[in-house]
């Protein structure tokens, strides 16, 4: 008996059973769907998380953040001085590996509004030029604030797409795309002239829903169909919805028009709220940090009230968390196929029961105790391979109804090596599933078997 007929014999005794073998595959389906399902969301979340770092600036990218100052050193506490434009100055001037500094003040939770529009952006933030750089910023209209603007504190804004459909409204419901330059809005009360608006910023999934939204647009108008738009708003990975709710200012005018006045108390904050440092060599980033910490630890004066956070660290952390996910997801779907094998095993095992007579009278003509093993081992692998395909498919289904409610920046994606593994662990499961049942009919005696009513 050859290969080919048996796997033709296990067919037919499939096809001869088809409710039978169907809820025998069930356990396979299930199994390989949410082990495909789970790697396609687990893939689907580690692309949002590096794509949103990415768009924060890039692993060159470097947080200079406060921390309490070191146990030997709390005497000291009352003296820390905090984040400052002498440590500003001190990174350009001393700092070559530094490659850029952009010095931040954030106005906290201030609402903008125009008219009787309003909204709370993601931040408002006083910066330098350099803003641009570091936080990857494409300006697509108008210009941004130039030193000119610092020196003399201008009351000028730059603002994220989010922000100009919140107030002036949105391409999708004006029909168009409003470009607010020179527009007087609000900030904190106070009136500021948007001078530019930087470009909308999307991941790769929303941009492919865009275009495919826009030729669905441009086919029924050409059509003469209904016209269906179709409102993005906050869709999008939380880094772009970020960007896109973000209003700039000059520093300068960020200090005087916010802190120069003081709190309740009347004493004035010159401390930053942010200091982000870009290194010139990502090769030598550990050089780069420790040069940084060198000029700090001078312009601090020897308390070191500080510290770094890079996006290694973050890359770092992704990874451990994606890792924690594939082996939760990946045990619970091993479960899933392992238990799909014992009712293998267990529909095998009453399938012989059933095929005694049939498995002597293969004897009697002259099958081998080998060639009855491999008929059953294959019988076995053909039912489990089928419910592995048949999970594939029912994975792809799965995939594409989760794609539908999952936010755009964790759009699950099925990867060819999930499904690789899946087949193959489900050809295992197969395997060691019909062992028993298959050493069970060889070992039948064939005088016995034809006996046996």
Request: hydrophobic share 45%; proline share 4%.
């Amino acid at each position: 008996m050859n290969l080919f007929n048996t796997i033709a014999v296990g067919l037919k005794e499939i096809w001869a059973h088809k409710f039978r073998s169907f809820l025998t595959m069930l356990g396979i389906i299930l199994g390989v769907a949410s082990l495909v399902g789970m790697s396609a969301i687990i893939k689907g979340m580690e692309n949002g998380m590096k794509e949103a770092m990415v768009a924060m600036g890039g692993v060159e990218k470097v947080l200079l953040q406060t921390q309490p100052v070191p146990a030997w050193q709390d005497h000291l506490a009352d003296q820390a001085p905090g984040r400052t434009m002498a440590d500003v100055i001190a990174l350009k001037e001393s700092a070559p590996l530094i490659r850029v500094v952009s010095p931040e003040i954030s106005i906290g939770e201030a609402v903008v509004s125009r008219g009787e529009k309003s909204t709370v952006p993601s931040e408002v933030v006083g910066c330098w030029p350099e803003v641009l750089d570091m936080n990857l910023h494409t300006l697509e209209h108008g210009r941004f604030f130039n030193d000119l603007d610092e020196k003399n504190a201008s009351s000028v804004c730059v603002i994220g797409t989010g922000i100009r459909d919140e107030l002036f409204g949105s391409p999708d419901e004006v029909g168009r795309e409003i470009i607010p330059l020179g527009e007087l809005i609000l900030i904190g009360g106070q009136p500021f002239t948007i001078v530019g608006m930087f470009q909308h910023y999307m991941g790769e999934e929303e941009a492919k829903q865009r275009l495919i939204a826009k030729q669905l647009k441009d086919k029924q108008e050409q059509g003469g169909g209904p016209k269906r738009q179709r409102g993005f708003g906050r869709r999008g990975g939380w880094a772009f919805w970020r960007k896109n709710m973000t209003v700039l200012m000059p520093l300068n005018t960020a200090y005087i028009k916010f802190r120069a006045a003081g709190d309740k108390d009347g004493i004035v904050d010159q401390r930053l709220s942010d200091i982000d440092i870009k290194v010139a060599d990502f090769s030598r980033l550990e050089e780069a940090i420790q040069q940084a910490k060198n000029v700090l630890m001078l312009t601090h004066r020897g308390i070191e009230d500080f510290t770094f956070q890079t996006q290694e660290n973050q890359i770092e952390s992704i990874d451990k968390q994606i890792k924690h996910a594939r082996l939760s997801g990946g045990l619970i779907a091993a479960i899933s196929l392992l238990v799909g094998g014992i009712g293998i095993m267990n529909i095998m095992l009453a399938s012989i029961n059933e095929r005694v007579r049939e498995i002597g009278i293969c004897k009697a003509i002259g099958a081998t105790g080998p060639d009855i093993f491999i008929q059953i081992l294959v019988e076995s692998v053909v039912i489990s391979l089928l419910g592995a395909l048949t999970g594939l498919v029912a994975s792809e289904m799965l995939v594409s109804l989760l794609a539908n409610i999952s936010p755009t920046q964790n759009t699950p994606v099925i990867t060819r090596s999930a499904e690789l593994v899946a087949l193959a662990f489900s050809m295992l499961v197969g395997i060691v599933a019909g062992l028993i049942p298959a050493v069970k009919a060889a070992r039948l005696n064939p005088i016995q078997a034809l006996r046996y009513e």
